[in-house]
């Protein structure tokens, strides 16, 4: 009995922690049917953010209180992961929907942009950066109210604009770097951690030879409040119900009066702040570094194409299955089952895969296996929608 | 809005047509669709647009929602430019859109689907999920009030007929834009369908833009547009609509 509540709950764990990281590219790739690659990057920038807060919260409350920072990392690594992929989809994607190749590659290029951010971002960097953008944006934005140009010069005048605003941040950013202190990156290559608040390390004990790590509770609990949060939203709101009709029929949502452009941003903006949950998640279990979100992704795709894309029952079944069939295989779980080590070849069979490594190669083979019998996942899209 | 009072008008006021459609020449790639069409929908009037299966006739409504950019011409809706305008924009000015094949939203219950109508209301505010359905367009097409909870997707094509003009008409709209409502459906729907258009006409007072093959429905109309190989090749009062007329630019 025992062994089965404490395996059914170290599944349910994976599980958990598969889904929490496939939530958002449940919406960003399932319902709006964008091929983001640079999904785990933006989990990976909630992770960091969770490091940033707790180290805010370290230096201005002080030790004791500072397990308090969690209350502000859940949702500052939501807005920070939905700004950028607000800024994600209005810079680059929005400009390649329908045409899968070029967004595969383009966030491809974004998220390699994003770990090389986290490795040299330093004061000078950022103060670079901001000079830039203000220069130009502003500058444009300044041009476009005041100053009538033709519009063969338009092309001139942003490219004039570019090189100048360019010039001025990589002199503002040099002279910032000259100082040692302001040029030290911030989190440099090396892996951080984060400190889980104390009454996050122990372990709760449910009955006598029964403990449950308390970040696994955390995460699951999170991971619930995360779900209901989206089918919430997604069901009883406003913004919910746009979403719906455009990824269903943009077309004639439009002829409805619904502001597709606005629906794509909020909806894309949704999916990259769970994504920055998930890095907050993720923090509990280990420590934090710029190739976090690559560990993570093909679990996220994994889970969304077995669950059946656009279908997010789908993907929290897929994702409690995957992670029970690899907690049975990976802890040797099927070879006790089957009694003892010494068994026959079948028992030999699962001993082979009984370490986390090869359960995962295992898990991937029955994959490989299920998408055989059923290529459109678990829930196959229904009707008009499968057309898309 | 503003002509929705039938106060009598002795002088008959100069008022900007609901839509001027004028040299409008609309090409998919390379192929030319249609060409220099023209056409006026006064205010709360009806307007029939009839021709042959390819002729260009749903080209000219998705151009006037906006789903494609005209090469060259004018669409002006109560006297402003439409073209400069996205299509979500378009509907929110006013006009309703019955496309041809329906478009339902498959996964959203019939009554979302009718909700999803109040996003182009000029003041819509707050949450439509907590809106109710008007009674008015319930009784318009009775077979929708069963099965306000039964998916958009589940339902037959002609109850789909009927929740797309319900849904068109959720906004209130000036403009009313109609592709083949009639189109696969049994007589006797047929008729209600047309009579819940007239009588939405009788009582809003909507311009009605109709592009129809049967000619009962046809007739209801105050003009007529007939087209032939995208151009508009005849046109007058609906009235003079015979079968001979239909002969010349329906029949195969
Ligand atoms: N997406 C498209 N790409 C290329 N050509 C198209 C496309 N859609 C329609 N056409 C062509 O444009 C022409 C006009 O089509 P349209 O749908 O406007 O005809 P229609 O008058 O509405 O016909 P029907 O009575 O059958 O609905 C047809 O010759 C059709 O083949
Ligand atoms: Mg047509």
């Known amino acids: ?42 989990m990976m920038l909630g992770a960091y953010t969770t490091y940033v807060v707790q180290n805010g919260f370290k230096t ?84 476009g109210k005041s100053a009538r140009i033709p519009s063969y010069r338009q092309n001139l ?40 608040p104390g009454w996050l390390q122990g372990s709760i004990r449910v009955t006598a030879g029964i403990q449950f790590p308390a970040s696994r509770l955390f995460i699951i609990v999170l991971t619930l409040l995360c779900l209901l949060g989206v089918y919430l939203f997604l069901q009883k709101s406003a913004w919910g119900l ?43 279990l280990g420590s934090v570094g710029p190739n976090l979100g690559v560990n993570y992704i093909v679990d996220a795709f994994m889970v969304v194409v077995v669950g059946g894309v656009g279908n997010l029952l789908g993907s929290v079944i897929a994702a409690l299955g995957i992670g029970i069939v690899t907690y049975l295989l990976g802890s040797g779980t099927m070879v006790r089952l089957l009694g003892g080590a010494d068994g026959g070849a079948v028992v030999s069979f699962f001993d082979f895969f009984a370490t986390t490594s090869m359960a995962k190669v295992m898990v991937f083979a029955l994959i490989i296996l299920f998408l055989q019998v059923r290529p459109a996942g678990l829930f196959p899209p229904k009707g008009r929608s499968a057309e898309v | ?99 041809q094949g329906r478009e339902i939203i498959p996964r959203l219950t019939v009554k979302e689907n009718l909700l999803v109508g109040l996003e182009a209301k000029a003041n819509q505010k707050g949450n439509p999920l907590n809106a109710d359905v008007p009674e008015d367009i319930l ?50 729907i047929i008729l209600d369908i047309e009579n819940a258009v007239r009588q939405i006409v009788e009582t809003s007072g909507m311009s009605v833009l109709l592009v129809e093959q049967h000619l009962h429905f046809a007739q209801q109309a105050d003009y007529y547009y007939a087209m032939q190989k995208g151009g508009i090749v005849d046109s007058g009062e609906a009235s003079q609509l015979n079968s001979d007329v239909i002969q010349r630019f329906l029949a195969v």
């Open chain 1, 1 to 42: 009995m025992n062994t089965l509540i404490t395996t059914l709950f170290n599944g349910v764990s994976i599980g958990t922690v598969l889904l929490i990281v496939a939530l958002g590219l449940a919406i960003v790739f399932g319902l709006m049917g964008v091929i983001n690659l640079a999904h785990g990057e933006l």
């Open chain 1, 60 to 143: 201005y409350l002080g030790t004791e209180s500072q397990g308090l920072y969690i209350w502000a990392a859940i949702p500052l690594s939501f807005v920070v992961a939905a700004l950028v992929g607000l800024a994600l989809e209005r810079g680059v994607i929005r400009f390649l929907y329908g045409r899968p190749l070029e967004t595969l590659l383009a966030t491809w290029g974004v998220s390699l942009i994003l770990r090389q951010f986290v490795r040299s971002v330093s004061w000078g960097m950022v103060g670079g950066l901001l000079a830039f953008c203000g220069l130009f944006f502003g500058g444009k934005w300044l041009l």
């Open chain 1, 157 to 196: 005048v942003t490219t004039g604009l570019f090189l100048l605003s360019g010039a001025i941040a990589w002199f503002v950013g040099s002279n910032i770097n000259n100082d040692p202190q302001l040029a030290r990156p911030w989190f440099s290559a090396r892996n951080v951690d984060v400190t889980a």
């Open chain 1, 242 to 284: 746009r979403i719906r009709s455009v990824t269903q029929n943009r077309d004639m949502s439009a002829c409805l009066g619904i502001p597709t452009a606005q629906v794509d941003a909020v909806t894309f903006a949704l999916g990259s702040g769970l994504a920055g949950v998930a890095g907050f998640a993720v923090t509990l």
């Open chain 2, 1 to 99: 809005m503003t002509q929705t009072t039938t106060l009598p008008n002795p002088a008959p006021v100069q008022a900007a047509p609901t839509l001027q459609i004028s040299g409008l020449n609309v090409y998919y790639g390379e192929s030319h669709i249609l060409r220099n069409v023209d056409m006026t929908i006064p205010p709360g009037k009806m307007v029939c647009l009839i021709g042959r299966n390819g002729v260009g006739k749903t080209t000219l409504l998705k151009t006037v929602m906006g789903l494609l950019a005209p090469r060259s011409g004018r669409i002006d809706y109560q006297g402003k430019s439409l073209l400069p305008l996205p299509t979500n924009k378009r509907a929110k000015l006013g006009i309703g859109y019955v496309p």
């Open chain 2, 139 to 188: 009784q318009l097409f009775p077979v929708l009030k069963q099965m306000l909870s039964r998916m958009g997707g589940d339902l037959s094509g002609g109850q789909q007929q009927q929740l797309a003009i319900a849904r068109a008409i959720m906004s209130r709209p000036q403009l009313l834009v109609l592709d083949e409502p009639t189109e696969g459906i049994q007589p006797s």
